[in-house]
């Protein structure tokens, strides 16, 4: 493309959207009345998910990166 990101620029914010949610989620949802026993499953289900699926998608866009 003629404006597209650069490699290293599209993978890395490809990681940073695909990591799993920080513990900072059960903070907030114990400081604003939230429910704080689900919050912390949450956190924990998506950190367990994220080992396998982080990978695939750091691959995924490792891939579309060397095509542009």
Same mark, same amino acid.
């Given at each position: 493309?003629?404006? %597209?990101? =650069?490699?290293? @620029? @599209?993978?890395? &914010?490809?990681?940073? =959207?695909?990591?799993?949610?920080?513990?900072? $989620? /059960?903070?907030?949802? $114990?400081?604003? %009345?939230?429910?704080?026993?689900?919050?912390?499953?949450?956190?924990?289900? &998506? &950190?367990? @998910? &994220? /080992? =396998? $699926?982080?990978?695939? #998608?750091?691959? =995924?866009?490792?891939? #579309?990166?060397?095509?542009?």
């Amino acid at each position: 493309f003629f404006c %597209g990101p =650069a490699p290293a @620029l @599209l993978v890395s &914010s490809v990681i940073q =959207a695909a990591a799993p949610s920080a513990a900072n $989620t /059960v903070l907030f949802a $114990t400081r604003f %009345g939230g429910d704080d026993k689900l919050a912390s499953k949450m956190v924990a289900v &998506s &950190s367990l @998910l &994220s /080992v =396998a $699926t982080l990978p695939l #998608v750091v691959s =995924a866009a490792q891939a #579309v990166s060397e095509a542009l």
